[in-house]
């Protein structure tokens, strides 16, 4: 058995974002309209008025401040209400692909490694723009990749999954190193014109190399163990997929064809799930709260990260100890702790110890004990 280690990561940015101001004001005149249009059915009790959304709750409610996306000008056109992105010819990379290959870059500079040395890729994400060929064979092509690629999706936990899963080939010898990369255009399979959740995502990918750790050229963090767990609910759910055709071959249009949640149920239901879940790991392998150095955890509201850092460590984590990346880049979907992860390690000493955790839809969690290697 190897060692496994992460010895890169990077973290795609697009390049346009929108603030809770801009989103508000959108999602406000798109419902002036809708009242407009329907004021026959409301005014006879067959439809009710869409209240405006407001900055101050989506703070409030979820410690969010703004969102990256590929395309705001589609968001934020009250007739649209949804990111306009063209569709590529067959000769062009993909959107995931491309944004998924500028972060595997950045790993990879990072590590120091060449593309032609990584034996595997893993696309791991909550949604894929097409059902094949795989999105990871495209990257692995677009890289100069030998070996294999293939995608995985277990919503907002696939990145921590898909670590689990590289590691452990590179653990048993059937590779020496992969990229796991979470490329998430959320802003896609949002439904921007529902003010329950109109504020929660946005666009980035992100992207660690997995390497074995006898191969480490540089500074790394040990990978000493990761669990997995899944737990059915409809809870978070997305029925969009190829059964969801109309009689007349139409792709259905109904609410579930995007994003829906009962997002209090969730509150409640996934944070007792993943506290426990994060106690178990760390008693198996014999982690105390005071050995943990850093938690990077989901990021996809505030309060439920601060909850789930007190009950981990025993007390309100110091700031630095659990960084919050949300309040710049809302929900990322599997990204989103990954994202913390590298932004917040550098600083970490030889013999540090931190967490990755991520939990979501189906409902998963996925964690990932590292230490910074001597
Ligand atoms: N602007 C203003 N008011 C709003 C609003 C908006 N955009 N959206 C909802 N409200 C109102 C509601 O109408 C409700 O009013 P009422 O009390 O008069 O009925 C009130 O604010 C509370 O709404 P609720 O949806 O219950 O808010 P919440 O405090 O539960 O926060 C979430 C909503 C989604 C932020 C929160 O439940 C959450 O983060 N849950 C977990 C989500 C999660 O992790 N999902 C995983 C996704 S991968």
Not at 304 to 312: L, Q, R
């Amino acid at each position: 058995m190897f060692q496994a280690a992460i010895t890169g990561s990077g973290v795609f940015t697009p390049d346009q974002s929108i603030s809770n101001d801009e989103l508000v004001v959108a999602f406000n005149a798109y419902a002036d309209i809708w009242n407009l249009e329907n004021a026959a059915a409301i005014e006879a009790g067959d439809a009710s008025v869409l209240a405006h959304s407001s900055s101050e709750f989506i703070v409030a409610a979820s410690g969010i401040e703004s969102r990256f996306v590929l395309d705001k000008s589609g968001v934020l056109d009250p007739t649209a209400m949804h990111p306009w992105l063209p569709e590529r010819h067959m000769d062009e990379p993909g959107f995931m692909a491309e944004m998924g290959v500028d972060a595997c870059r950045k790993a990879l500079d990072m590590s120091g490694v060449d593309a032609a040395d990584v034996g595997a890729v893993i696309c791991a994400a909550s949604n894929h723009e097409r059902a094949y060929p795989a999105i990871a064979i495209e990257i692995q092509d677009m890289l100069g990749i030998q070996g294999f690629g293939f995608d995985m999706n277990v919503a907002c936990s696939s990145a921590t999954f898909g670590i689990q899963a590289a590691a452990d080939m590179v653990r048993s010898g059937s590779i020496k190193r992969a990229l796991v990369v979470n490329p998430e255009i959320c802003s896609a399979h949002l439904e921007w014109r529902d003010r329950d959740c109109h504020f929660i995502f946005g666009d980035v990918a992100t992207a660690v190399l997995i390497e074995r750790a006898d191969l480490a050229a540089g500074p790394h963090f040990l990978i000493k163990s990761s669990r997995c767990a899944t737990q059915f609910s409809n809870n978070i759910r997305n029925n969009s997929g190829f059964l969801r055709r109309t009689r007349d071959g139409h792709m259905d249009d109904r609410r579930d064809m995007l994003f829906m949640q009962n997002g209090r149920k969730v509150f409640k239901e996934v944070l007792p799930l993943v506290s426990r879940h994060i106690a178990q790991h760390m008693e198996e392998e014999g982690v105390q709260a005071g050995d943990l150095k850093r938690l990077w955890l989901h990021q996809a509201n505030k309060t439920m990260n601060d909850y789930i850092g007190k009950k981990v460590l025993g007390r309100v984590p110091e700031p630095g100890e659990q960084p919050n990346i949300l309040q710049d880049y809302a929900n990322t979907s599997s990204a989103g702790s990954i994202i913390a992860f590298a932004k917040y390690s550098e600083d970490l000493k030889a013999g540090d110890t931190g967490l990755i955790c991520s939990f979501g839809a189906g409902y998963s969690v996925g964690s990932v004990i590292l230490a910074k290697a001597e």
